[in-house]
Structure formats: C-alpha cells, structure tokens
T-cell receptor
C-alpha cells in the first residue's frame, strides 16, 4: 500500500516570491510520482510527473519538482509565483506493479498568492 | 484532442434515490478511473475499468458500481444515496497500456444529496 503526506495544508506567499510545496510518500514497491493542480470548481490538471531518468523534472507553468529516493520526497517548487497560481495542489503516487492503475493522493496544499 | 468530459456537471438528489454519472475519455484512451473528492476524506479511488472489465477497486461499499462500454465510455452508479455521498466525482482516463501511468481528469460531477 502507498501513502502520501503533504506537510503543509496552507501556504500563503507574496507575488513574485519563490515557493516550495512539500510531499513525502511511503510505499513498499517502486512508484511513479505526480503533482496535480486544482482550480476552484474544476477537475485536476497534471502539472508534472516523475517516471524515470533525471530526478529534477520540469512541468507546466514554470513549476519543477525533485525526486529524492532516499528521503522519499517529491517537493514542488516555483522560483516566482503569480496571482494566477492560487489553487490547491495535490501530490500523488502510482505503484509500478501489475496492470491496474490507481493514484493515491495527499490531502492537498492550498497555495494562496498575495498581491 | 478533446479532454475528458463528464455529464452532468451538477446533480441534486434525495437520500435513498440512485444516480448515474457518465464519463467520456480522451480519444484513444482505454482506461477509465473514478475518484471521489470530499472535504473530509480528500481524493479517494473508487474503481478502474479497462477494456470493459473492472481492473481495480477501492474500498467503497457495493452501492457504488460502474461499467465501461466498448467505446471506452464509462458510467458509475450509486444506489440508495446517503447524505455522505455528497461529493465531487472525478473521472480520469489513461492509455491503459503497460507503460502508461499518467491519468487525465475531467471537470467532475458535483453531487449533492439532500
């Protein structure tokens, strides 16, 4: 079984400041990792993914994340945030085993960008 | 390509009734998964369908069921609705093959049970 912990439920930050949203996971098998963003009254949009290769992955809207296997972490970063980045962000994992697909999500981090 | 579509977007039902939600995946995607999102429990996996067969199931009671059609469209049904079933129901599609793990989500159906 897998579990995902997002360490901060709310992160307020001023516009143009950097931000880091933290994610730790636990799993008995290897996993792929994802970050999704959810704007109010919308579904989830895939921001970025780590499947293999370089541990630093770049996504849409200027976001990037770094996979750290020893610390079982996958923190999301952006060097300079905009008001439009205000949304809820979810970290998720999918076990690399068998054919079934199931995402296990963290509880989410509400990012609020202040003017 | 068109994204994942879900109908209806909003539903209001009375306790004890049943409801059917529909999901059309991205063209070419053969796997459809359903998730329930509530403020208290967050995002929870309901089930996954691939080639008209349920491939994986989450920890939900039997009142929650689903099916997939030959064109990969999927429906989920909830019978004997309870107040706690009020949630955003999200459908996600993926290619479904051995190397395909990315899931793409629709806008969701907001179900309110009164």
């Amino acid at each position: 079984a897998q579990s995902v912990t997002q360490l901060d439920s709310q992160v307020p930050v001023f516009e143009e400041a950097p931000v880091e949203l933290r994610c730790n996971y636990s799993s008995s098998v290897s996993v792929y990792l994802f970050w999704y963003v959810q704007y109010p009254n919308q579904g989830l949009q895939l921001l970025l993914k780590y499947l293999s290769g370089s541990t630093l992955v770049k996504g849409i809207n200027g976001f990037e994340a770094e996979f750290n296997k020893s610390q079982t972490s996958f923190h999301l970063r952006k060097p300079s945030v905009h008001i439009s980045d205000t949304a809820e962000y979810f970290c998720a994992v999918s076990a690399i085993s068998g054919s079934a697909r199931q995402l296990t999500f963290g509880s989410g981090t509400q990012l609020t960008v202040l003017p | 390509k068109a994204g994942v579509t879900q109908t209806p977007r909003y539903l209001i039902k009375t306790r004890g009734q049943q409801v059917t939600l529909s999901c059309s995946p991205i063209s070419g995607h053969r796997s459809v998964s359903w998730y329930q999102q509530t403020p208290g429990q967050g995002l929870q996996f309901l089930f996954e369908y691939f080639s008209e067969t349920q491939r994986n199931k989450g920890n939900f009671p039997g009142r929650f069921s689903g099916r997939q059609f030959s064109n990969s469209r999927s429906e989920m049904n909830v019978s004997t609705l309870e107040l706690g079933d009020s949630a955003l129901y999200l459908c996600a599609s993926s290619l479904g093959g051995q190397s395909s793990y990315e899931q793409y989500f629709g806008p969701g159906t907001r179900l309110t049970v009164t």
